[in-house]
């Protein structure tokens, strides 16, 4: 059962991934994000001292929700079916929190931004699960040789949130599964 202070906290993250959705983190004040969430201004400082407070929690609590989804699906037995679990998941989250993925992508890539400390060990933690996934499949002989392993999981983790934001923006008429057999495409020709 989760706290009313969790519920809270809950309440203005969604608050502040609704309105940064249109508008960006930069220009949102704490009257707006506590308006929106029906909370009292004073709530916001109270649980996180401040905007940036709010913000940087927000950024680890939503990296932490896709870094224990993409972990759930790196245990098959088959390790290139984990790596294609590990993509579709990576679509449905994005699908699912397509506010927080566009604040991910746009804070992520920005330099020097004001989220880089918050977000470079988060950005690992994600890379570091693709890593794995990608390192067993290596093992098991199906990557070409010499392939850098930490490199591929960068670019994998990189084009999974533009793909799945691109998706979500320009052609949210396509199915899941169509962007996922896209990506897995590039992938196929990559693995054995």
Known sequence: MTSRADRTKQRLF????????????????????AAEAGVAKGTVYYNFGSKDGLIEALLRYGVGQL????????????????????VDEGLAFVAEYRGFSQILVSEMWRTPGQWHETLTPLREEIVSIVKD????????????????????????????????LDWQVFQPQRARAEVRDGVLLLLRGFTR
């Not at 969604?14 to 994000?33: F, Q, W």
């Not at 010499?146 to 999974?160: E, N, R, W």
């Open 14 to 33: 969604e608050a502040t991934l609704k309105l940064a959705s249109s508008r960006g983190l930069v220009g949102l004040t704490v009257d707006e994000i």
């Open 67 to 86: 870094a224990g989804r993409l972990r759930a699906h790196t245990g098959k037995p088959d390790p290139v079916a984990g790596l294609e679990s590990l």
């Open 133 to 164: 996934q990608l390192q067993r499949v290596s093992d098991a002989g199906r990557l070409p040789e010499g392939v850098l392993i930490p490199t591929a999981a960068a670019g994998l983790f990189g084009t999974l949130l533009v793909v799945a």
